[in-house]
Every structure is written in structure tokens, then in C-alpha cells.
């Protein structure tokens, strides 16, 4: 009868050691980093689904790495059989800490009465894509979606000049929609963060408008119809 308690006890055991290897891993891999790469700060070390390979963040970018801090993966690391990127996880944290650190204060935002859902999306004021979902701001607002605008001027100065109007208008609103229509706003400077929106946009890996950042963190290059994004949302 005493056999179940010994079992319980060693199986208790066994478990600890397990984790407490895995946890020296980690710690190994962390000494070994900072001895080898002693510039670099490390935002976070995790295990992996593959045994020796851990998951190493530092600052935007995810790389996986061998517990003595020889070898490096560079690159989306993906699971065939479930056909998820393993990365994705990861990146959306870091997409989401981004956001969150910019502030939706620093963002040109349109509200709905009631908000189920916020959407942050990577735009610029001329790319065709991004007028047409601009186009469907009403649709947004009618069902409860808040959208969140980072602007990724890329068209060179006068684009810049005219991303930093629209931020600079008394209603920046109503220039947004006037600049989307292709019609011209007047030229105004003033104290502005349109710098961080192209520097956030870069880091989080957004190369190209539009770019959807979802709540979760999961990031949509390019365009989706407003009725797919929101089903994408309350799935």
C-alpha cells in the first residue's frame, strides 16, 4: 500500500529535475551571451518545441540559438505538422510592447461609440490600398472597430510634408479624409511623432502599406476587406 506514495514522491522528483534542467539551460544560454556578446541586451530567452534550441529575443528581432551561444538561426522557425509559425508568438509581443510604448495619444485615432475591437494600422496617405481601406471607415465605426493610425510616409519629402500637415491640422480628421481624396490640405509644422511612426514601423518589420496590427499582436501585410478583418476578429 506504501507503493503509491513512493511513486507519487519520485515521480514529483523526476518532474523537478526536469525543470530545473530546462531552467539551467536557459541560464547557461543567458551567461554564455553575456560573455560572448557582452553589447548586446537580451530581451528574453525561452525554450523551443526542439530540444537544444532556444528562442532568444533581443530588442524587434527573434533568433534561436544552441545553449553554449555558438550557433544561430536566423528566420521564422515553423511547426509542419500544425503548419504554425512557431515565431509569430513572439513577434506579436514585441508588435503589441511597440504599440503600446508609442500610445494611442500619439496616434491619429477614429473612435466608435461603443468599441468591441482596436485595430492599429501601419498607413500611408497616397498607396491605393490604404485610401481603400480608408474608404471603409464607416464600416469600422458601424461595427464597434477602432482604428489606430501609424503613418509610414515613403514617398520621399513631399509625402512627409504633407503626413505632417494632416498631423498638424486642427482636425486632423477631416484633413486625413481630404488627403486620402486625393485633395490638398494646408501646409502646417508643428511638435510632431511622425519620426517614432516610421521608426516603430521599421522595427516591428512593416516594409510595405497598408500593415494591420491586430489586438492579439498578429500582423496582416496589405489589404483585407473590412468584412474579413472583422470576422478575423471575432472569430
Not at 521564422?76 to 508568438?89: H, P, R, Y
Not at 497616397?126 to 485610401?131: F, G, I, K, Q
Not at 464597434?144 to 494632416?166: H, N, Q, W
Request: aromatic share 6%.
Amino acid at each position: 500500500m506504501k507503493i503509491i506514495p513512493i511513486l507519487l514522491f519520485l515521480t514529483s522528483l523526476f518532474s523537478t529535475f526536469v525543470v530545473s534542467a530546462e531552467t539551467s539551460d536557459v541560464d547557461k544560454l543567458k551567461q554564455a551571451l553575456a560573455k560572448s556578446m557582452p553589447s548586446v541586451k537580451v530581451t528574453n530567452v525561452a525554450d523551443t518545441p526542439i530540444e537544444g534550441l532556444y528562442e532568444v529575443i533581443v530588442g524587434s528581432q527573434v533568433v534561436y540559438m544552441s545553449v553554449d551561444a555558438r550557433y544561430m538561426i536566423e528566420g521564422d522557425l515553423f511547426d509542419l505538422k500544425t503548419k504554425q509559425n512557431v515565431s509569430e508568438e513572439a513577434k506579436s509581443v514585441i508588435r503589441l510592447s511597440a504599440i503600446n510604448k508609442l500610445g494611442s495619444d500619439n496616434m491619429l485615432v477614429y473612435t466608435p461609440e461603443k468599441i468591441k475591437n482596436t485595430i492599429t494600422v501601419i498607413t500611408d496617405i497616397d498607396c491605393p490600398y490604404c485610401r481603400r481601406l480608408h474608404n471603409e471607415i464607416p464600416d469600422y465605426m458601424e461595427n464597434d472597430v477602432e482604428v489606430r493610425y501609424i503613418f509610414m510616409p515613403l514617398k520621399g519629402a513631399a509625402d512627409m510634408k504633407k503626413t505632417i500637415s494632416v498631423w498638424c491640422s486642427d482636425d486632423q480628421q477631416l484633413a486625413l479624409d481630404i488627403a486620402k481624396a486625393g485633395g490638398e490640405v494646408d501646409e502646417k509644422i508643428c511638435k510632431n511623432p511622425i519620426a517614432e511612426h516610421l521608426q516603430l514601423a521599421r522595427e516591428i518589420g512593416v516594409r510595405g502599406t497598408p500593415a494591420i496590427v491586430l489586438e492579439n499582436g498578429q500582423l496582416l501585410p496589405g489589404y483585407v476587406p473590412v468584412d474579413k478583418l472583422i470576422a478575423e476578429l471575432r472569430k
